[in-house]
Each structure stands twice: as structure tokens, then as C-alpha cells.
């Protein structure tokens, strides 16, 4: 297993890393520290607005333009703690919006595939992850309900969006045994967040707690 080299980061976005990983209630030692590290090195500021700049810090979503939001980092770290986010993961994000969660991924040594469905923001995430010379991010614009399956299968799918329901050519694409998916299921009249596991050539599914995202378009 390849150990990603750790960015060198100020004691500011060190203390913003720890204080998320630990709000978001993150038990395992290795996964906590390897989500420390990978949030320390992504600077939320530059994926909003500069009108939002000075709350980039702060545990809250913020808009992003298109009637998307950015997710709090909390919730962010809460989804990659569920999946055990670790450096030799290929994960598939679903939704990825500005790209935040995408890029905290990359940051751990994770190769991601990330999808968007809404055209214009897909391009401004591609080129603000190129500027940002995120090599292990691949981005295209698509409707991800049926994932990516020209680069299936996944050790972890990570949904940042609110589907009614999961289509099943989208859990497929899991790695069996062992992968992952995490995902907010519902509607504006409510939503839970689920974690589904790969075992046995199944699938089992855990209903987790009432969660709040962006209803997929």
C-alpha cells in the first residue's frame, strides 16, 4: 500500500481538521487520523465564494451556486468515516458538486471518480481540481443513479445527494465482499442517511439518522 505524502499544513488547519473529525464522532484511530491530515490539507475557502470566504471554517453548508450547497465538514467527515476512507480506496462520488469531499479523498490517497450532473458546475470543478493539481480525481458531467460502471468496481461510493430511492445498477458497481456505500435517501419531507455493505454477493443496509441534503435534480 502506497502511503500518500502528507502536505504540510499550518497549526490553523490542523485545529480545523481535528475539531471536525471529532464533532463527527469518528471512533477508529486509523480513520480519524487519516481524515486529520486530509482535511488539514484541503482548504475549504476556495471551493465558495469569496463572499463566503470568512465562514469557510465554520461546521455549516454554505451555497455554491445552481441551488447546490457545500455540505458542513462534519457531515463530510462523518460520510468518509463510514466508508473507512484510506489511501488505496477507489471511490465513486455521486453529486460531488464543487468538489470538496472529492478533494478531501484524493488528499487521504484515494483515487476518485466523481460525477455531477449539472453541467456548467461539473466544468467549474474540473478546472478548479486541475488548478489545484488533483492528479487521482477523474470528473465527468452525468445523472449518477447508475454510477460510473466503466470503471467499476468501487471500494466505497460515496452519494452527496438526496435520492428517493437507490437504483440497484448503482450498488452493483460495489466491491463484493467488502464495499461501501453511503447515502442520504428521501425527499424534503425527510431524509436518513444509509450505509450499505457488500458481504456474501449481497448487500445489507443500516438506516443511520436523519440527515439533510440537496434533492438530486
Given at each position: 500500500?502506497?502511503?500518500p505524502?502528507?502536505?504540510?499544513?499550518?497549526?490553523?488547519?490542523?485545529?480545523?481538521?481535528?475539531?471536525?473529525?471529532?464533532?463527527?464522532?469518528?471512533?477508529?484511530?486509523?480513520?480519524?487520523?487519516?481524515l486529520?491530515?486530509?482535511?488539514?490539507?484541503?482548504?475549504r475557502?476556495?471551493?465558495?465564494?469569496?463572499?463566503?470566504?470568512t465562514?469557510?471554517?465554520?461546521?455549516?453548508?454554505?451555497?455554491?451556486?445552481?441551488?447546490?450547497?457545500?455540505?458542513?465538514?462534519?457531515?463530510?467527515?462523518?460520510?468518509?468515516?463510514?466508508?473507512g476512507?484510506?489511501?488505496?480506496?477507489?471511490?465513486?462520488?455521486?453529486?460531488?458538486?464543487?468538489?470538496?469531499?472529492?478533494?478531501?479523498?484524493?488528499?487521504?490517497?484515494?483515487?476518485?471518480?466523481?460525477?455531477?450532473?449539472?453541467g456548467?458546475?461539473?466544468?467549474?470543478?474540473?478546472?478548479?481540481?486541475?488548478?489545484?493539481?488533483?492528479?487521482?480525481?477523474l470528473?465527468?458531467?452525468?445523472?449518477?443513479?447508475?454510477?460510473?460502471p466503466?470503471?467499476?468496481?468501487?471500494?466505497?461510493?460515496?452519494?452527496?445527494?438526496a435520492?428517493?430511492?437507490?437504483?440497484p445498477?448503482?450498488v452493483?458497481?460495489?466491491?463484493?465482499?467488502?464495499?461501501?456505500?453511503?447515502?442520504?435517501?428521501g425527499?424534503?419531507?425527510?431524509?436518513?442517511?444509509?450505509?450499505?455493505?457488500?458481504?456474501?454477493?449481497?448487500?445489507?443496509?443500516?438506516?443511520?439518522?436523519?440527515?439533510?441534503?440537496?434533492?438530486?435534480?
Amino acid at each position: 500500500m502506497v502511503t500518500p505524502k502528507r502536505k504540510i499544513v499550518s497549526q490553523a488547519c490542523l485545529r480545523f481538521a481535528e475539531e471536525v473529525v471529532e464533532k463527527a464522532g469518528i471512533i477508529d484511530e486509523q480513520t480519524a487520523d487519516t481524515l486529520v491530515h486530509a482535511f488539514a490539507a484541503v482548504p475549504r475557502n476556495k471551493f465558495v465564494s469569496e463572499a463566503f470566504n470568512t465562514r469557510a471554517t465554520e461546521d455549516t453548508a454554505l451555497p455554491i451556486g445552481y441551488g447546490q450547497t457545500i455540505s458542513k465538514p462534519t457531515t463530510v467527515a462523518r460520510m468518509l468515516g463510514l466508508i473507512g476512507l484510506r489511501s488505496d480506496m477507489r471511490v465513486l462520488e455521486v453529486g460531488c458538486g464543487c468538489g470538496y469531499a472529492s478533494a478531501v479523498m484524493a488528499a487521504a490517497g484515494a483515487q476518485v471518480f466523481a460525477v455531477e450532473i449539472v453541467g456548467l458546475l461539473a466544468q467549474r470543478t474540473r478546472k478548479l481540481l486541475d488548478s489545484m493539481n488533483y492528479q487521482n480525481i477523474l470528473i465527468r458531467r452525468a445523472d449518477g443513479r447508475r454510477g460510473w460502471p466503466e470503471h467499476a468496481p468501487y471500494d466505497a461510493i460515496v452519494v452527496s445527494t438526496a435520492f428517493e430511492t437507490v437504483e440497484p445498477e448503482l450498488v452493483s458497481q460495489l466491491v463484493n465482499p467488502g464495499g461501501r456505500m453511503v447515502a442520504p435517501i428521501g425527499d424534503k419531507r425527510g431524509q436518513i442517511l444509509t450505509l450499505w455493505e457488500a458481504k456474501g454477493g449481497g448487500v445489507t443496509l443500516y438506516q443511520l439518522e436523519p440527515c439533510n441534503f440537496v434533492e438530486a435534480q
